[in-house]
């Protein structure tokens, strides 16, 4: 079975802090996102990335960055958190399946972090 | 564009009861289609996919059929228990790009 492992389940920080999320899978997926998942919004895709070194946007970018510097493990970083950030954050990654697009997304606990 | 529709909640049922969450979605390609399951204080845990026209995937007692025709995608248990509680979202992926589109997903509480 696919691990998709977050770091923390539960984080506290305060306003202004930077705050790095980390998600590591032991799949050799090529494939990474990150969500929040918000009560009434559902999920919304903040980042994702195709390769090492590689991201692209989601719908919601802004207040947000990532890094992947190894094919396994992709981080989320709020530059300077601030309350309306306060969110469940959901990991996951996918694998290559040629053109069919049936490869599902295997996603992680979650974290739940609190900015006060 | 892409998208996933699926019915509002909360629902309620009671033990054995049937259920079905409906789910309709639009797409620009020709998708795969799957349903997640969420329980309290986890992540989503995918329950089932079909990835062509007039497949079942069927889980743990769950079924969906891709119903190109009326492009749906409807969940379906014949008897639920109280260990289905959770949140249920239906998503599609199309075979261009590397984007889930979900649904903002429905709460389901069987109570006994």
């Known amino acids: 079975d696919v691990k998709v492992t977050q770091s923390s389940r539960y984080l506290v920080k305060r306003t202004g802090e930077k705050v790095f999320l980390e998600c590591v899978q032991d799949m050799d997926h090529e494939n990474m996102f990150w969500y929040r998942q918000d009560p009434g919004l559902g999920l919304r895709l903040i980042y994702f990335s195709y390769d090492v070194k590689m991201k692209e946007k989601g719908d919601i970018p802004e207040g947000y960055s990532v890094s992947r510097e190894k094919k396994e493990r992709f981080s989320l970083i709020l530059e300077s958190a601030s309350t309306n950030q306060t969110s469940m954050y959901l990991c996951a990654s996918r694998g290559v399946s040629g053109n069919s697009g049936g490869s599902p997304l295997h996603f992680g606990n979650g974290t739940r972090l609190t900015v006060t | ?112």
């Not at chain 2, 259920?19 to 329950?47: D, H, K, M, R």
């Not at chain 2, 889930?100 to 006994?112: A, D, E």
């Open chain 2, 1 to 112: 564009g892409n998208s996933v529709t699926q019915m509002e909640g909360p629902v309620t049922l009671s033990e054995e009861a049937f259920l079905t969450i409906n789910c309709t979605y639009t797409a620009t390609g020709y998708p795969s289609l799957f349903w997640y399951v969420q329980y309290p204080g986890e992540g989503l845990q995918l329950l089932l996919k079909a990835t062509k026209a007039d497949d079942k995937g069927s889980n743990k007692g769950f079924e969906a059929t891709y119903r190109k025709e009326t492009t749906s995608f409807h969940l379906e248990k014949g008897s639920v228990q109280v260990s289905d509680s959770a949140v249920y979202f239906c998503a599609l992926s199309v075979m261009t790009g590397n984007q889930f589109y979900f649904g903002t997903g429905t709460s389901l509480t069987v109570i006994p």
